[in-house]
């Protein structure tokens, strides 16, 4: 007769790891724990601050701040200066999100349906390659892009067309002396630094278009224009309101870029910045800060309910 097998005497690992596996949902609440946990104290409870003091007020006279539950500085939202503040940056968001969307689609449409091999990587790294460099470094070389003496009034005056730049800038729209302390300066900065976010998303919901689709509608007889319209924005269209997402959001809560080159234009980042720094009116800011989180909550369910986190 054989001697029986002497197993090893286990560990504090061993027994650890057969804990575990015998409670899989306990190793999965350690595993939840930490991440939860700084979602709910850091980022939901300064929500959660922010949201309080929103609901003080300050007193004109000594500047203090009056901790007593009111809906008075909500109120002063409502005075034209803030509103315009507000209506300001909904149109700047809204116009940005529809240039990217115009701008996007053609190269996510090509990368999507034609880009094999070799120029996939290099489409993922001609749109990812401006997201390494530094935020700053890109607002303030267009900057001197749009200066005056920056090289798109140069080649203005060289196609002589600065007549027709100088009678843009004159409009009451636009704005500034110059393109870069003008609207449509801000909106071509705020194009150039965004339009990542929109390409990503719009390509990943154009590949999952199928080519079946298209070759039916074209044997159906349809149009390049009706395949378009009737299969291909549709199914897309997803991807296009995940993209606004960041984008529209972005544009709302930025304050660099209104202060370089729209020149301290007030937008309700730069409102945010300056009710808290300078001005020290803390509930002011915390209200201007609630705008865009309840428009997002707003955008999110009706993103939401038209499918765009599949595209994500």
């Known amino acids: 007769m054989t001697a029986p097998a002497i197993l090893p005497e286990r560990g504090p690992a061993d027994r650890l790891t057969a804990f575990f596996w015998r409670r899989p949902r306990v190793f999965l609440a350690l595993l939840l724990a930490p991440p939860l946990l700084w979602l709910g104290v ?7 601050t922010l949201l309080w003091q929103s609901f003080y007020s300050i007193d004109e006279f000594s500047g203090m701040v009056k901790e007593d539950f009111t809906l008075k500085t909500y109120a002063e939202l409502l005075r034209p200066a803030n509103f315009d503040v507000i209506l300001r940056t909904l149109l700047m968001s809204a116009a940005v999100t529809l240039g990217c969307a115009l701008l996007a689609f053609p190269i996510a449409y090509f990368a999507a349906r034609f880009a094999r091999g070799r ?3 290099v489409f993922y790294l001609g749109v990812m390659l401006p997201l ?6 890109k607002v303030y070389a267009w900057k001197l892009i749009l200066a005056k003496e920056g090289i798109v009034t140069w080649a203005a005056e060289a196609t002589h067309t600065s007549g027709l730049l100088n009678a843009l800038l004159a409009l009451p729209v ?6 870069s ?27 999952r278009v199928p080519t079946s689709m298209l070759e039916a509608s074209q044997d159906l007889g349809a149009s390049r224009a009706q395949t378009f ?9 997803p991807g296009v309101i995940a993209g606004s997402i960041f984008t529209f959001s972005l544009t709302m809560g930025d304050y660099i870029i209104p202060q370089i080159v729209g020149n ?5 980042g730069m409102a945010v910045y300056q009710l808290q720094g300078t001005a020290g009116n803390i ?8 705008v865009p989180i309840l428009i997002m909550l707003v955008y999110l369910t009706l993103a939401k309910r038209a499918g765009a986190f599949d595209a994500l």
């Open 181 to 207: 302390t003008s609207y449509i300066g801000m909106f071509m900065v705020f194009v150039y630094v965004w339009i990542p976010y929109m390409i990503l998303p719009m390509q990943a919901a154009l590949e």
């Open 174 to 179: 636009i704005g500034g002396n110059s393109l």
């Open 264 to 268: 301290s234009a007030n937008f309700i």
């Open 42 to 48: 850091v980022y939901l409870g300064s929500l959660a």
């Open 119 to 121: 120029w996939k990587a």
């Open 132 to 137: 390494w460099s530094s935020y700053l470094v």
């Open 229 to 237: 319209r009737t299969v291909i924005l549709p199914l897309a269209l």
């Open 283 to 290: 509930p002011l800011a915390a209200a201007f800060s609630m």
